[in-house]
């Protein structure tokens, strides 16, 4: 599993990462209440807007941390929304995209990366 | 200086316990140029009585809708309003409170938003409705607003039928929003021609019914080809009494219901305040503007009500919030849930068909006067009629006679070239007399 | 992913069980069902007169609604009953003061609802000849003579329903400006602090929205601005006082720095209150800047309107003024309601009609109440009472910016909550147990667990003595650990915390029949 300093993990599977938000995201979020999610078919592009996330009083912008074409979103979370706080590095995926260049998850962090900078906040 | 509870022993103490020995020294940081050394060029304090005088003088150079046959409708409607509204509204926990934003000690209020939104729904006949807009111009230019939001699309067709007024809220509010807006030509019966107008870009497109020559239209057929064309239809009804008798907007298809409330519990007040009505599919919801109250239940289980789905507000979302509204139009609001509630569906519907019944009567009398063509086929409780004069000349001459004869509809759209055109409107108000008195002033005044 | 991490829980964690309620009410507080559960399905509780045969013939060709409206009707007894109930849960600013910061709750005067409901004001239609509403239009015309005599500036357009329609209107005359000189600037700056509406009616007209940094002591960052300012920029927003409470003391140079760059300074006006009659915009370089009735002028909240926004402006941008246009002719007052004459720039209308009239009778008959006078005093009192609370209270909570006087509102940030285990919403939850509404929390955004507080200048020396008595036992008790009495707050509202979360979650936004 790879992170982003936005606090994005990325699963790679071949040439198909899953994308979620991390567990000090959904902690630091509150109860997420609703999730906007892109529809399969979009293209994304790396740290451009790719789905919202809210709590009661806010709304998060969550970005690409990879470049390519949505091939899934996670129905689950549009009824469930909760499974962000629950299981947000599992069920609580968001996405599933195509990369166009799997190579671009290698400028992404490790966990032991992630863990140092999340002590930097 | 009623209003002003400190003395200046109070001021002089209170400085004291700030540190500072004059209140100029709080304005410190204001420039000093910009320090005006005493009060403005106007008038100083005044009494109540003193006050009182002067304005009942300036009432007083108006006539009241109510003191004599009156005829104007055109978006905004003379009816009457139960006492009891005007009392419970002046409560000062409804009056002086603001909006309900610590749900623990505002639950009046939004017990009262939900029981709105309920019955607004119910009126429209869709499913999500808003806790108001400022009135049924600016709801009706939110909706298209949203519409190119929902679409990803930058067109609006505006019906004929569409009020001139409202016509142009939209075209100020969308145009500058980067949305293309064709405002179809002032037309009686054409609500339908918004089809031919359709596009691969149109995002929605906007009827009235009644529409403001007053004709009454079944829109069922232009909701299902807006939607073959994937665009979204909105219905607008300035006169909220009609929902008592005729087919509602979410029946006939309508994605976004708008209306204005002003005629269901507020006064004329000269064009404002009025209150927006608000309602979409459920689908549409996370788009919607303004405020939206929901049920929820309190720390031991209680049931209570709560704003919700704020993250499309302004106060969270800034720039990318679905409306900049933020103040809208809660007491107006209250007052017609307080008038809904005395109604209820059954006296909505009574009433609603005395104004029809007033208004036919009405045109029946018209149609009896020598040079007065009836235009509207299907109305509920306004109609146009064309006059053998311009009917600015005509209504300006009836004034000495009187009678308020309604709304020229030059006065709406200057440009359109239906000077001859005027609008009538009768509600429950209109008794017979009134009716007899402008069909012998018209006739009177045609004849001379 | 961005974050806003405002630090508020919004699910209800305590429970404090206070055993089965048996009966509907508790002292004064009666339950309250909803109209839908009172059972007056069928009735009505209104009379109708005039009820001739003919009700049933309708000459619709069919267009008639399949049933009637499911809704209830209540005799009157039974409405009085159900609103008296429902109005004995809400706070009031008759009640008790309504600190809310940026909201200006102040005294509503009866007066001014008595005037407003001169049948010559409230039973005048708006279509109605001109000719018969001359009193309606001096109405106006007196109106706007005040505000462009206490703003210093030369036009106003009354006809904005609302302190963020203002915006929107003012913004619209500023686009008007910049598009008659072929400059299509697309840009508006907004200083981080601002009101949510800012950036949001910068969004509707069009533009991108730039954020302008703030400094360490409340204020526009004048180094920023300069650095941002360039020929997309079509405006400038800042609020001033600022949502922090403060003079922008630099606030003619940033007018200078606006104008230089080609664009206009617009002024957030929902904090006029603390200046009128004592500072006049335009001497402060402003272009335009909307005013809210009822924040200033106090016509009544109303749990959320309705306001009114008017905007003045300079003769710069008057040409772009949205219509109606009030026309002095001789003795004869009309209103331009096209786009011809002197009108011919016009943005065009932002709303059917001519406006709040029912606003503006308030509005002028409070103005006139105080006069010129009065007015200076109620912005030299507003400022009063906001640093005697202040002063009183920064013995024990955190002044966001201790350094010098606060204009109209006192703000604290929660660094003096540091330890205690309890937020700023603890703290303000528990201050409605004390009988007080709780001040504006969270914002501005700029400063940490924000609170908020603006007594205005209608409360006594002994009501604010009253408040910050409370406010300092609350602090106290804080500080002495007494946790539980903070994050159950409120114990005796007739509500406990709402679950905010399951409302968001599963939107429950009206009555339905299964719940019958």
């Known amino acids: 599993m790879r992170f982003t300093k936005d606090h994005e993990w990325v699963e790679i599977d071949g040439d198909v990462a899953t994308v979620g938000i991390t567990a000090y995201a959904a902690e630091q979020l509150g109860d997420v209440v609703f999730v906007d999610l892109p529809e399969p078919g979009k293209a994304m592009t790396a740290g451009e807007p790719m789905a919202v996330v809210e709590s009661v009083k806010a709304a998060s912008d969550v970005y690409a941390p990879l470049t390519g074409d949505v091939t899934a979103a996670n129905g689950e979370l549009t009824d469930n929304p909760q499974t962000v706080n629950d299981q947000p590095e599992g069920a609580g995926w968001f996405v599933k995209i195509k990369l166009s260049d799997p190579h671009q998850v290698d400028a992404l962090m490790d966990r032991a990366a992630y863990e140092t900078f999340l002590a930097t906040l | 200086m009623r209003y002003l509870p400190l003395t200046p022993d109070d001021r002089t103490a209170m400085l004291a316990v700030i540190g500072v020995d004059t209140v100029d020294a709080l304005f410190v940081d204001v420039p000093d140029a910009a320090r005006l050394a005493g009060p403005v060029d106007l008038p100083h304090h005044a009494s109540e009585m003193a006050v009182e005088r002067d304005l009942v003088r300036m009432a007083a150079r108006n006539r009241a809708a109510g003191a004599g046959p009156f005829f104007c409708g055109a978006g905004a409607y003379r009816h009457h309003v139960p006492a009891s509204v005007d009392h419970l509204i002046q409560r000062s926990e409804f009056l002086t409170s603001y909006t309900p934003y610590q749900p623990e000690i505002a639950q009046g209020t939004l017990q009262v938003l939900f029981e709105f939104q309920s019955q607004v729904s119910a009126l429209t006949g ?94 069922t057929a232009i909701a299902a080809a807006a939607h073959a064309a994937g665009a979204l239809l909105i219905v607008t009804t300035t006169e909220a009494v009609s929902f008592g008798l005729l087919k509602s907007p979410g029946e006939m298809g309508a994605d976004i219901a708008v209306a204005e409330g002003q005629s269901i519990g507020n006064s004329l007040n000269f064009g404002g305040p009025y209150v927006g009505l608000f309602a979409c599919t459920e689908k549409l919801m996370r788009q919607a503007p303004g405020r939206l109250c929901g049920e929820t239940v309190d720390a031991e289980g209680r049931r209570g009500f709560v704003l919700t789905l704020s993250t499309r507000e302004q106060h969270i979302r800034r720039d990318k919030a679905t409306s900049n509204i933020c103040t809208n139009s809660g007491l107006c609001a209250l007052a017609f849930s307080i008038h809904m509630s005395l109604l209820g569906g059954a006296g909505l519907e009574r009433l609603a068909r005395i104004n029809h019944a007033r208004a036919r009567r009405t045109r029946d009398a018209l149609a009896a006067v020598p040079g007065v063509e009836i235009l509207t086929p299907r109305f509920f409780n306004e109609f146009a009629v064309r006059l053998p004069r311009p009917a600015a000349d005509v209504v300006e001459a009836l004034l000495t006679r009187d009678v308020v004869a309604g709304v020229p509809f030059s006065r709406l759209a200057p440009a359109a070239g239906l000077d001859d055109v005027l609008l009538v409107c009768a509600t429950e108000t209109t008794t017979d007399g009134d009716i007899a008195a402008f069909a012998s002033a018209l006739t009177a005044e045609l004849a001379r | 992913m961005s974050m806003v991490n405002v630090g508020r829980p919004t699910r209800p964690e305590q429970s404090l069980d206070l055993g089965p309620s048996p009966g509907a009410g508790r002292g004064l507080q009666q339950y309250e069902p909803l109209i839908f559960e009172l059972g007056g399905w069928g009735k009505t509780g209104v009379d109708f007169e005039g009820v001739e045969g003919d009700l049933d013939a309708v000459d619709l060709d069919g267009l008639t609604r399949g049933a009637q409206p499911a809704l209830p009707g209540l005799s009157e007894p039974e409405t009085l009953r159900h609103y008296v109930r429902l109005s004995q849960k809400n706070h009031a600013i008759d009640l008790a003061l309504y600190p809310l910061g940026s909201c200006t709750m102040k005294h509503n005067p009866r007066l001014d609802e008595k005037l407003a409901r001169l049948p010559g004001f409230a039973d005048v239609h708006p279509l109605q000849p001109q000719s018969t509403v001359q009193g309606a239009l001096a109405l106006m015309e007196t109106l706007s003579h005040w505000l462009e005599t206490l703003t210093g500036l030369p036009a106003v357009a009354l006809s904005p329903k609302a302190g963020a329609h203002g915006e929107l209107c003012g913004l619209l005359a500023i686009r008007g400006a910049h598009d008659a000189r072929g400059e299509a600037r697309r840009t508006v700056l907004v200083p981080t602090s601002a009101h949510g509406t800012n950036p949001a009616s910068a969004a509707q007209v069009g533009y991108q929205v730039r954020e302008i940094a703030q400094t360490a002591d409340g204020r526009v960052d004048l180094a920023d601005l300069a650095a941002q300012l360039g020929p997309d920029v079509a405006a400038v927003m800042v609020t001033n006082p600022n949502t922090c409470g403060l003079f922008e003391r630099d606030v003619v140079e940033i007018a200078r720095l606006t104008h230089a760059a080609g664009a206009y300074f617009y002024c957030d006006g929902a904090n006029f209150n603390a200046i009128v009659g004592r500072v006049r915009p335009a001497d402060l370089g402003v272009d335009a800047m909307h005013i809210n009735l009822h924040k200033t002028f106090s016509t009544p909240h109303g749990g959320g309107g309705p306001g009114a926004g008017p905007v003045v402006l300079s003769a710069a941008l008057a040409p772009y003024a949205p219509t109606p246009w009030l026309i002095r002719e001789g003795d004869t007052l009309r209103l331009e309601e096209g786009a011809v004459g002197p009108a011919a720039a016009t943005q065009g209308r932002v709303s059917a009609f001519h406006g709040q009239m029912g606003m503006y009778v308030r509005a002028l008959a409070y103005m006139m109440s105080h006069g010129a006078d009065g007015l200076r005093q109620v912005a030299e009192d507003a400022v009063l009472n906001a640093n005697y609370v202040k002063a009183r209270l920064s013995a024990a909570m955190s002044p966001a910016f201790p350094e010098g006087p606060c204009m109209h509102e006192a703000l604290f940030d929660d660094t003096w909550l540091d330890g205690t285990g309890i937020t700023t919403l603890d703290f303000a939850k528990a201050m409605i147990d004390e009988g007080f509404h709780p001040m504006t929390m969270y914002f501005p955004l700029v400063v940490h667990g924000a609170m908020l507080i603006e007594p205005t200048e209608t409360e006594s020396r002994l009501e604010l003595d009253r408040f910050c008595d409370t406010l300092l036992g609350l602090a106290a008790a804080a500080r002495a650990g007494e946790v539980e009495r903070f994050r159950g707050a409120p114990f005796h509202a007739p509500l406990r915390r709402l679950d905010e979360t399951l409302a968001a979650r599963k939107p429950k936004l009206r009555w339905t029949p299964t719940a019958r």
């Open chain 2, 126 to 219: 869709l499913p999500v409705a808003n806790a108001s807009m400022y009135d049924g111009s600016t709801a009706c230019a939110e909706a298209v607003l949203m519409a190119t939001r929902v679409t990803r699309r930058r067109k609006a067709v505006l019906s004929g039928g569409l009020h001139p007024h409202y016509a142009e809220t939209v075209h100020t509010l969308a145009h500058n929003a980067g949305v293309e807006v064709n405002a179809l030509p002032a037309a009686v019966d054409a609500e339908a021609a918004v089809l031919a107008a359709i596009d691969a870009e149109t995002a929605c497109v906007v009827v009235q019914t009644p529409n403001v020559f007053g004709t009454v239209t079944d829109v």
